[in-house]
């Protein structure tokens, strides 16, 4: 589970839909980006990263341990 990145949209003031959305994906995609069950391409974690004012290395860090 990548908590980083869940906690990083719970706190946002975009709704996790919206970024969803500017990602071109479904708010299902990104429940299973958060839960670990689908990997974005690097051109949408850097939208996410974006939507979110955050670097991509802090939402997903390259060694991560999926919980």
């Given at each position: 589970?990548?908590?980083?990145?869940?906690?990083?949209?719970?706190?946002?003031?975009i709704p996790a839909y919206k970024i969803a959305e500017?990602?071109?994906?479904?708010?299902?995609?990104?429940?299973?980006?958060?839960?670990?069950?689908?990997?974005?391409s690097e051109l949408e974690k850097q939208v996410i990263?974006?939507?979110?004012?955050?670097?991509?290395?802090?939402?997903?860090?390259?060694?991560?341990?999926?919980?």
């Open positions: 589970m990548n908590i980083v990145l869940k906690q990083a949209l719970a706190v946002h003031e500017k990602v071109g994906r479904s708010p299902g995609w990104l429940s299973m980006v958060i839960r670990g069950m689908a990997e974005p990263a974006d939507s979110l004012e955050r670097r991509v290395g802090e939402l997903f860090p390259a060694n991560s341990e999926v919980l």
